[in-house]
């Protein structure tokens, strides 16, 4: 068996001890997994600063800061996920109990990325433990050091039967991938989403896949010019544009294009010095292949500030170019480095046009002080997440579903995303072996006026708000005891010869435009069925 085999085999035997199901067990996995990056943070610092130049403060406010936050929100808030959902009833299900029960899937694997090696491949394992899963987690192996890191740090925090990490990098995960698996979590670009994809489809293994792309961002005329470029260019330039959400381009109107130049000038200088080589928060790309990759884009676009490189420190200066054309090499593939080109467009209508016209990005940015132009700009286009007068940040909203739409990807997480994405939403309705009389309009013979009946239940709705169900509780006592004063008075084998009735509450909403539960009509209807109590 390879080393791959092994750790999925003792992983899935894990599992299915049971183990990883009562919800103590789980946050006690979720605690370990806290301390390790209060009590490793050196360590782990360390490694992505030999990996990406990442300083120790950036490092934690951008890695561990929001995984702490996601572990101490699933802490809190497990045993309300985890909990029976309940769900509306129709009058079909009414003395029905009927909800949604998470569950476990089973057996997850989690193949991260590189350029945020813990938040991007520890996020997903959160979700995977709070649900109650198994784990098998394969970090990057592009960021050598904090692989490393995380393959000897996590087994001496978290359960490393259920949750081990496997490293390695395309052979170690093509032979992950042959095996089978509940579900495939890949953070990464998309050619490989669809190697992952075609993997999973073999064992018909469901898939999150988030993936990246060119994420535009428009500047409309009408904004603070200085704040919005402060803020693109924090987006832009941290971990040096290495971030799938970062603002790949920038469109204007041409009449703002060299103010917006000066300004992103400004912040860079402001930010990152005069220097940025020499400044620790300016990060580095992650090797050589990736440096020429970058540098080769740009070619054939005009300059407005940096440009220059150092391949030997896999350093690139912050760099703006002007005036670049849709053909143009930068424009052709995500850039995921620090170079920011700017498309100039006539306004509102030819950006949105321009931005239909590419795949749907994973974020989409739009600078604006006119709420009509931010709300055109989200009715008008799509993409994973929207984003109006800032960069970056709604990746740190727990309570925002972050993942991509198209080619961006598919599935999300974060907060209760992440749990609800890794388990199984099982519904579950649980009948009690009584009142078999209610089921005789769908058992056969079928008559028209079964289905006359079928349709009255099934299609009947109500949603009558507080006072509503108030005002039908104190009905319904009335009924019952009208009900019951009528067995009372008449002879029991005379009322089951001849009257065969039974009574049923339907619950009809009039509604009035613009008022809800404005009025409600309560009928009570004979049926030539049995009796229906209405809890
Ligand atoms: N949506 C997100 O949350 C998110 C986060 C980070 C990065 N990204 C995107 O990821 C991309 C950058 O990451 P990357 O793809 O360079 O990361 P990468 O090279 O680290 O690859 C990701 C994972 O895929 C595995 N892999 C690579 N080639 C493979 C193959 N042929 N078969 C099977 N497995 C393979 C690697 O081992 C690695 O674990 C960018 O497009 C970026 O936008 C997206
Ligand atoms: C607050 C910004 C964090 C950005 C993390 C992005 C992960 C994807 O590359």
Redesign the pocket.
């Known amino acids: 068996m390879s080393r791959e085999q092994q750790a999925v085999a003792r992983a899935r035997k894990a599992f299915e001890t049971g183990r990883s199901r009562p919800l103590e067990y789980r946050i006690i996995q979720l605690k370990n997994l806290q301390r390790l990056f209060i009590e490793r943070e050196k360590d782990i610092s360390d490694a992505i600063k030999k990996d990406l130049n990442k300083s120790e403060v950036g490092t934690q406010l951008f890695e561990t800061l929001g995984l702490e936050g996601e572990i101490n929100l699933a802490i809190r808030k497990l045993k309300e996920w985890a909990a029976p959902r309940p769900v509306e009833k129709n009058l079909l299900t009414l003395s029905d109990t009927v909800y949604i029960q998470p569950e476990p899937l089973g057996l997850v694997l989690i ?6 090696p813990w938040a ?1 491949t520890i996020q997903p394992l959160i979700g995977a433990i709070a649900a109650g899963n198994a784990a098998v987690v ?5 960021c050598v050091h904090t692989a490393k890191v995380m393959e000897d740090l996590l087994p001496l925090y978290i359960d490393k039967e259920l949750y081990p990490v496997v490293t390695g ?2 052979a170690e ?2 032979e992950l ?1 042959r095996q089978r698996f509940d579900y495939i979590f ?5 050619t ?1 989403g669809k ?2 994809m075609e993997a999973a489809a073999k064992h018909l293994t469901p898939v999150t896949l ?4 060119k994420s535009p961002c428009y500047i409309d005329k009408n904004c603070d010019i200085s704040i919005a470029c402060r803020r693109i260019t924090w987006g832009k330039y941290t971990n040096c544009g290495q971030t ?1 959400i970062a603002p790949d381009y920038i469109l204007c109107d041409p009449s703002i294009q060299d103010r917006v130049i000066e300004e992103v000038k400004k912040s860079i200088k402001d930010f990152y010095t005069e220097n940025p080589k020499t400044c620790p928060d300016y990060g580095r790309i992650i090797n050589q292949r990736h440096f020429k990759r970058i540098m080769a884009l740009v070619g054939d676009s005009t300059v407005a500030a940096g440009g220059d490189g150092d391949e030997s420190d896999c350093f690139i200066a912050p760099t703006v170019l002007r005036d670049v054309k849709p053909d143009a090499k930068v424009m052709q593939e ?1 850039i ?1 480095g620090p170079i920011l080109p700017i498309l100039p467009v006539s306004g509102l209508d030819e950006a949105i046009k321009f931005i239909n016209k590419g795949e749907k990005p ?1 974020a989409l940015y739009v600078f604006s002080a006119d709420e009509k132009v931010i709300s055109r700009m989200r009715d008008e286009t799509s993409s994973g997440g929207f984003l109006a007068n800032d960069c970056l940040v709604h990746f740190s909203v727990s309570s925002l579903p ?3 739409v198209g080619n ?2 598919m599935g999300c997480y974060h907060g209760k995303f992440s749990f609800d994405q890794l388990s199984h939403l099982r519904g579950c309705l649980i009948k009690k072996l009584k009142m078999e009389g209610v089921n005789n309009m769908r058992y056969p013979p079928h008559t028209p006026k079964k289905l006359g009946w079928a349709r009255f239940f099934f299609l009947t709705t109500f949603d009558l708000g507080w006072a509503g169900r108030m005002l039908l509780l104190a009905l319904m006592a009335v009924v019952a005891a009208f009900v019951l004063q009528v067995r009372e008075t008449q002879d029991s084998d005379r009322l089951r010869s001849r009257v065969k009735n039974s009574y049923l509450i339907s619950v009809d909403q009039t509604q009035q435009p613009g008022c809800r539960n404005s009025s409600v009509v309560i009928k009570i209807k004979v049926l030539h069925m049995h009796f229906i109590y209405l809890h």
Request: glycine share 24%; net charge negative; proline share 3%.
């Open positions: 193949i991260g990325a590189w350029n945020y991007v394969k970090p990057s192996e592009v990098g395309v995960t093509q991938l890949y953070t990464g670009n998309g490989v190697v992952i988030e993936l990246g792309g799938c995500e995921f994973l972050f993942g991509g961006s990807g």
